[in-house]
């Protein structure tokens, strides 16, 4: 996704403007425009220059965004709008202050003037009309962009603003020049009459409420950023790198991959790095939100923006630039920032039409009042509310504050959304299918139980093991290793070594014969009794392995092993069942062990013995059910993250994991999961709260303004009070979605399950047998494209799964039945890119 800085928008009618354009040139599969962030994300083939070229036809600016995590003065996150906002409103509060004592506090309520002034009407106008002309130019920016909006056929939010000034400014002149003729004809009563039809006072205030609306919007939004922000601000700037020896600090542009750099106690780190030198508690609340530090010692990893708490450490850079993790995460979150949401299509359709539609309603509201015998000051007042109290920048804020705001929520607290919509649609999820080993469990194998046999002790057990185990490559040898180690035993020099694949080892220690491994292959070669036997079935039996230790043809004792489950698996898992969604575990492992780990982790449904395609299977059998999230940290898991709905990924796992994934969860927690999914579903809340009153405001509004319940119930409103109304339509929808930084994700308070959650996992395995077409697509540009294209063709009746790849531009769709092409074509079409053909 290429990202470009979009200026000169000022409402949702322009951010939908500029969307429609770059969607229309050649080449744009997909397009995003955020009002919030005065951004824009285009996916395609099309070059920057076309969609440059494309928004500025349409009215605008536009410039490729960059990448640098450093934040600058032209970064569109950096608040310029409100000091420039502050110092017009500031100017215009004085000028309307005394165009207001003149207009009404001299004529309403008697206040004293110059006694030039006295009985000189002409000359109150003329300074009423300079006063006014003077806050008109002073905030000159609604006319240039509401009028130049106009000449593209785009009105927007200014246009409403500047004819709505505009035409009381106008209507007023001629008043003052009506006037100058009655008081020529010494016409007193006319005089009179006529000054109480300026709305000198209107033009201007109309422009400073308005601007005291885009203040407060402009402040909120800047508060709906901060999370990104604060992460740009973490970036170092500088290094202290190691070059012939020497200590040189240097910019952090300039250093570069396998560069040495030293970091004392204190310190910020600047590049992502491994430990060759020292060791430390490295503090990455930062990253993960995490605020114990984490003990790293030499060749572990390390990452920019965490803080060296404690030793003094000296590192080589792996990762630089663009490339950090601090980096990659800022780009995940502005990545977000610049998606939309689906909800906000709803929005954007309202906003495409919205403000041609109140101008003509405007129109037609001071025909109607003409025609019913008003005057035509009485009329144009009317009109005048209408324009001035209508706000499509409520309905355009309305879905993309919540989204920066959860997005930010969410990064807080080491959940990452990719886009906008994996935030919306978590907060769907009725079933949540997990990975196990290093998702529920650790991933790492630990010793669990030691039984010595008759005649031997726990330490003559353990350094038995050792001497033998410290030869082997197995992870489950590693587990023993790590334990004696731990405990300090002893070991021996272990001679004829030999690893017995599948079965066991066997060498030689002192001149006994000593050999370690399952109880089938250990019973093979000695007697190891009932008591024991029963021993390492129990074990078995709860998950674990037992490695039987013999030593002369006796034997020596059991040490069990196992991938023990995370701490708050076993919670996590209860929190997504308290919310109605149902949860599967998907492994590669045994049954007896698998369903022993999901007994203990609470699990709804066990599948084990599943292969990485199996998996994808399953994901898919489970998609006919409901929407289905996976969660997974390894390469095998990365097709069942793409085939499910909405895939999450360990922060600790694998790279392709992480790519493949729409959510990933920095801690490593299980209990993220659960977190992710209220944030989304608080986001969703509030959204929907937005866009109700968005539209809530302008269903009433409207009618107000124009005048429907004058007859009814005798209400009226003057254009000033539209004008109030509109600036805090805004700032009101933007205010409530900044509530959301106040949601605990942690809090199970409010936990339900969705009127739509499933009660059973009945997985029919078997896919029915029929057609398989193969067609090309072309535009797929990664593997959300895939994911579009594959979801499209998916929701075709009939259709029970497609295998989409942009790599080689296919889409290989399985069905029941045959399906005719021209559906297909409509599917993929209606995705956003092109059919070519069926091979």
Request: charged letters at 20%; glycine letters at 8%; a neutral charge.
């Amino acid at each position: 996704m290429e990202q470009y800085n979009v200026t000169g928008m000022s409402c949702a009618a322009c951010s939908a403007r500029v969307e429609k354009a770059v969607n229309s040139v050649p080449g744009v599969t997909s397009c995003a425009v955020s009002l919030l962030t005065n951004s824009m994300g285009v996916e395609g083939s099309a070059s920057p220059q076309a969609v440059i070229e494309a928004v500025q036809n349409a009215g605008y600016g536009a410039s490729l965004k960059g990448a640098s995590a450093q934040p600058s003065e032209n970064d569109p996150l950096t608040d310029k709008e409100t000091p420039k906002l502050r110092k017009r409103l500031i100017v215009s509060l004085v000028f309307l202050i005394i165009l207001m004592y003149i207009s009404m506090g001299h004529m309403m309520w008697g206040f004293p003037l110059p006694s030039f002034f006295d009985g000189n009407h002409v000359a109150m106008g003329l300074a009423q009309l300079l006063l006014a002309a003077i806050v008109m130019v002073i905030n000159q920016k609604f006319f240039i962009s509401g009028f130049k909006s106009l000449i593209h056929r785009a009105p927007n939010m200014d246009t409403l603003v500047a004819l709505g000034s505009m035409a009381s400014f106008v209507w007023s002149v001629y008043v003052l020049f009506a006037m100058t003729r009655a008081q020529t004809d010494g016409d007193t009563d006319a005089v009179m009459n006529y000054m109480m039809n300026f709305y000198f006072e209107s033009a201007a205030m109309i422009l400073t409420l308005i601007t005291v609306g885009k203040m407060l919007e402009a402040r909120s939004k800047g508060k709906t950023t901060d999370a990104l922000k604060g992460l740009m601000k973490l970036a170092p700037k500088t290094a202290v790198t190691e070059i012939d020896g020497k200590e040189v600090t240097v910019p952090i542009e300039q250093v570069k991959k396998g560069d040495i750099f030293l970091v004392r106690p204190g310190e910020s780190i600047p590049v992502d790095g491994v430990i060759l030198e020292g060791s430390s508690a490295v503090n990455e609340a930062s990253l993960t939100g995490e605020s114990i530090p984490v003990d790293k010692t030499v060749g572990d990893s390390i990452s920019a923006a965490t803080i060296n708490q404690s030793g003094f450490i000296r590192c080589r850079a792996t990762e630089v630039g663009e490339d950090t993790t601090l980096s990659k995460i800022i780009k995940m979150v502005s990545d977000a920032a610049a998606t939309k949401a689906p909800i906000a299509k709803i929005a954007d359709k309202v906003s495409g039409i919205f403000v041609p539609a109140v101008i003509t309603i405007a129109v037609i509201t001071t025909i109607i009042w003409l025609l019913v015998g008003k005057e035509f000051g009485y009329a144009l007042a009317r009109g005048i509310s209408v324009l001035v109290i209508s706000c499509p920048c409520a309905l355009g804020l309305a879905t993309p504050v919540a989204i920066m705001v959860g997005n930010g929520k969410g990064a807080k607290n080491g959940i990452l959304f990719k886009t906008a919509e994996s935030l919306e649609e978590t907060g769907k999820i009725q079933i949540v299918a997990l990975d196990k080993t290093g998702t529920i469990t650790s991933g790492e194998p630990v010793v669990t139980d030691i039984v010595p046999a008759e005649g031997h002790t726990e330490s003559e057990l353990i350094s038995l093991a050792y001497s033998l185990e410290k030869k082997s490559e197995h992870p489950l040898a590693a587990a023993v290793v790590k334990l004696a180690e731990e405990k300090h035993s002893e070991f021996g020099n272990v001679t004829d070594f030999e690893a017995l694949a599948g079965n066991g080892l066997r060498g030689k220690l002192d001149g006994k014969e000593i050999t370690g491994g399952s109880l089938k292959y250990i019973s093979s070669i000695v007697n190891v009794g009932a008591e024991l036997t029963n021993t390492a079935h129990e074990l078995a039996e709860s998950g674990k392995t037992p490695l039987l230790f013999a030593e002369n043809g006796r034997t020596a004792g059991i040490i069990a092993v196992a991938d023990t489950i995370k701490e708050d698996s076993p919670q996590a898992v209860n929190e997504l069942r308290n919310m109605g969604i149902k949860v599967v575990m998907l492994t590669g492992d045994n049954e007896k062990t698998a369903r022993a780990v999901g007994g203990q982790a609470g699990v709804d449904k066990v599948i084990a013995g599943v292969l990485p395609d199996g998996k994808e299977a399953v994901i898919r059998s489970l998609k006919k059910l409901g929407k289905v999230a996976m969660v997974g940290d390894g390469i095998n898991d990365a097709p069942a993250l793409t085939r499910a709905d909405m895939g999450i990924a360990i922060g600790a796992g694998t790279d392709v994991a992480i790519d493949a994934a729409d959510i990933v969860l920095m801690k490593s927690r299980l209990s993220d999961v659960p977190a992710a999914i209220r944030l989304s579903r608080a986001t969703l809340r509030n959204i929907h709260q937005n866009l109700f009153w968005a539209f809530i405001y302008n269903i009433i509004g409207i009618p107000l303004a124009a005048g429907v319940f004058i007859k009814l119930f005798g209400w009226e409103l003057n254009p000033m009070f539209g004008a109030a109304a509109m600036s805090l339509s805004s700032f009101c929808v933007v205010t409530n979605a900044l509530r959301l930084n106040l949601f605990d994700i942690r809090s199970t308070k409010r936990d339900k399950a969705l009127k739509n959650s499933i009660s059973s996992l009945d997985i029919n395995d078997s896919d029915e047998n029929g057609s398989v077409i193969t067609v090309k697509v072309k535009g797929m540009m990664c593997e959300h494209c895939e994911k579009r294209v594959r979801e499209a063709l998916e929701a075709l009746p009939a259709v029970t799964s497609a295998d989409v790849s942009h790599e080689k531009g296919t889409a290989v769709v399985h069905s029941s039945e045959d399906i005719p092409t021209v559906k297909l074509k409509k599917a993929i079409e209606d995705a956003g890119y092109k059919y070519i053909g069926v091979k």
